[in-house]
Nanobody, 123 residues
Framework: QVQLVESGGGLVQAGDSLRLSCDASARTFRALAVGWFRQGPGNEREFVAAVRWDGATHYADSVKGRFAVSRDNFKNTVYLQMNNLKSEDTAVYYC?????????????????WGQGTQVTVSS
């Protein structure tokens, strides 16, 4: 069983930065791929970024060069550093964990999910 808790969301202005955290309670955290997804108003959930157990990363084109995903296996935490935020980044951001790298590519990955954290970017 894996439990995920996101934090770090908030209200910011366009151009600002935020860092989201995903804290995991999982004995096998080191063996998991962890990803970030988001769902904006009226939109379907979409992939944002993911980090594999060996540190490899994958990003959606819309966030490349602005967002960075990283993990700290000692703290069982994955981070999403978001820079140069835009109004279109406004969404609820979810953390997800899976034992397969399919997490980063499947439209509807099988994974453990957190409850989400709201990010609102005002223009």
């Amino acid at each position: 069983q894996v439990q995920l808790v996101e934090s770090g969301g908030g209200l910011v202005q366009a151009g600002d930065s935020l860092r989201l955290s995903c804290d995991a309670s999982a004995r096998t955290f080191r063996a998991l791929a962890v990803g970030w997804f988001r769902q904006g108003p009226g939109n379907e959930r979409e992939f944002v970024a993911a980090v594999r157990w060996d540190g490899a990363t994958h990003y959606a084109d819309s966030v490349k060069g602005r967002f960075a995903v990283s993990r700290d296996n000692f703290k069982n935490t994955v981070y999403l550093q978001m820079n140069n935020l835009k109004s279109e980044d406004t969404a609820v951001y979810y953390c997800a964990a899976s034992s397969t790298w399919e997490l980063a590519f499947a439209k509807d990955p099988v994974a453990y999910w957190g409850q989400g954290t709201q990010v609102t970017v005002s223009s």
